[in-house]
């Protein structure tokens, strides 16, 4: 059955979206992912911002970041950046590409089932929307201090996102083919039965040693300084904390709000919800399954802004290279957040919020005579 214009199909049990109808017509999703895909050249050959203070000028690209990243001794950190804010967007517009320009020819191809899977697990680890937000920060930041100038790169790479989350919206919600090409895989890979009851177990195990692991870097990651600045013979380190005190200190209140909330409140509520979906007791009633999915949603998708700091360190070494007059360095703390935001993240997919409601569904065991 489709779906009038706009119109939106929900679950009557826990409220959750299903499906939206079209409201950007059948050609729209093709359009966006092609144009994001041509908007992501100039992203990464163009710049992306300068600065400039007292005749010295330093421009940067988009990977300028990682480059310097990779210089300075911390390549996961840099694989990291690499990844999230720009191979992966880049590979999620071409997998959208590759689905919708057949249909668009009139081709009767099938989706294939690891092409749809390989999509929804992009969407969940592409973040370039969290990376404007953090070159943005870091911009105002900087411009107190030296003349920052947004160079074309950064409003192609954000035009760029905004087709991506477009495509992105259109792809959970509209499909180019009659189906869902892995609807209904569960069943015919036997995870039905007593077999979902062992693959449900198995992910609620794997959820709860990321998140105990998460716990226990989050401790380094808030404690260990994350950035060291030498600017005109003053030497400074900073942990995230300290960063974002340092953010108020400059009369940029909004920014040490974001900061925080993004990089000390985020992950601590994300770790606290994700213990209060592994700890409730099975079979809850329906209004408490209701409050669990809502939160389950909610932690899903404030997880990925966690990666603020992240993105905000790699835009900072990269562009303050002023030689003795100011210099920016990475340090272990970064690493240690980063791994906190990835475990959190990976914990919460990894947990399977059908479980709330299989509970309530799967018959007593069978006593034993």
């Known amino acids: 059955m489709e779906l009038a214009p706009r119109a939106r199909a929900v679950c009557t049990r826990c409220h959750a979206l299903i499906a939206v109808g079209p409201g950007h017509g059948q050609d729209a999703p093709l359009c966006f992912a092609i144009t994001g895909l041509m908007l992501s050249v100039p992203a990464v050959l163009l710049p992306f911002a300068s600065a400039s203070e007292l005749g010295n000028q330093r421009t940067s690209r ?10 300075g ?21 071409v997998i959208f590409v590759t689905i919708y320009a057949p249909f668009r020819f009139g081709s009767r191809w099938r989706i294939p089932p690891a092409l749809v899977r390989a999509a929804r697990m992009l969407t969940r680890w592409a973040f370039p929307e969290v990376q404007i937000l953090g070159v943005v ?12 100038t947004m160079g074309p790169g950064f409003w192609c790479y954000c035009g760029m996102t905004a087709m991506l989350l477009l495509t992105s919206h259109c792809f959970k919600y509209s499909w180019p083919g009659p189906a869902d090409p892995t609807a209904g895989q569960d ?8 077999s979902a009851e062992w693959f449900g177990s198995r992910a609620r195990s794997t959820c709860a040693a990321l998140a105990v692991t998460a716990f226990v870097m989050l401790f380094p990651a808030q404690l260990y300084p994350v950035l060291t600045t030498d600017a005109s013979g003053q030497h400074r380190t900073d942990t995230i904390l300290s960063g974002a005190l340092g953010l108020g200190q400059q009369g940029l209140w909004s920014l040490a709000a974001i900061v925080f909330t993004a990089s000390i409140l985020i992950p601590t509520l994300k770790l606290g919800g994700l213990a209060w979906l592994l700890f409730t007791p099975p079979n809850p009633d329906p209004a408490q399954a209701r409050r669990l999915t809502l939160l389950y949603r909610s932690i899903a998708l404030i997880g990925r802004w966690s990666m603020l700091d ?6 900072l070494v990269g562009l303050v290279k002023f030689g003795h007059f100011a210099n920016i ?11 906190v935001v ?25 006593h034993d005579r």
């Open 342 to 366: 990835i475990l959190t993240v990976w914990a919460t997919e990894t947990f399977d919020p059908q479980e709330i409601w299989t509970e309530r569904d799967r018959p007593p065991p069978p």
């Open 62 to 71: 988009l990977l300028t970041g990682v480059a310097q990243l990779l210089a």
């Open 73 to 93: 001794g911390i390549p996961s950190l840099s694989l990291l950046v690499l990844l999230c804010g720009a191979l992966l967007p880049a590979a999620l517009l």
């Open 187 to 194: 069943e015919e890979n036997g995870l039905a039965g007593s």
């Open 310 to 315: 992240v993105f905000l360190g790699g835009f």
């Open 329 to 339: 360095e990475a340090r272990g703390g970064l690493i240690a957040f980063a791994a």
């Open 137 to 148: 920060v870091g911009a105002i930041k900087l411009g107190s201090l030296v003349h920052m």
